[in-house]
Nanobody, 124 residues
Framework: VQLQASGGGLVQAGASLTLLCAVSGHNTLSHVGMGWFRQAPGKEREFVATINWRGDNILYTDSVKGRFTISRDDDKNTVYLQMNSLKPEDTATYYC?????????????????WGRGTQVTVSS
């Protein structure tokens, strides 16, 4: 299984970006929960958002609620993270991950496969 995150870039505060996570090698992505995490320089990796297999159970970390939206298109084997009203504190490397089952989870240990990450830099 391979996950490839893309869509990062350098933007000004208040701008929007959409991250994509293309998944290959999964026979049934439609039955797997997916998540986005991020790691800022000098900090530990943290949970950002997760979506269950049906897309009806979605969780966000408090700092991105109302600004970020996670979604999935199983026909395209792709998970998205729409990021609006970006802030300098959103600057990080963003990673997508696929879960060990169908649920949405905040905990890193639950995720089995990880992509390499895509850099998001927000200038003030």
């Amino acid at each position: 299984v391979q996950l490839q995150a893309s869509g990062g870039g350098l933007v000004q505060a208040g701008a929007s970006l959409t991250l994509l996570c293309a998944v290959s090698g999964h026979n049934t992505l439609s039955h797997v929960g997916m998540g986005w995490f991020r790691q800022a320089p000098g900090k530990e990796r943290e949970f950002v958002a997760t979506i269950n297999w049906r897309g009806d159970n979605i969780l966000y970390t408090d700092s991105v609620k109302g600004r970020f939206t996670i979604s999935r298109d199983d026909d395209k084997n792709t998970v998205y993270l729409q990021m609006n009203s970006l802030k300098p504190e959103d600057t990080a490397t963003y990673y997508c991950a696929s879960g060990r089952g169908a649920f949405s989870k905040r905990e890193e240990y639950w995720y089995e496969y990880w992509g390499r990450g895509t850099q998001v830099t927000v200038s003030s």
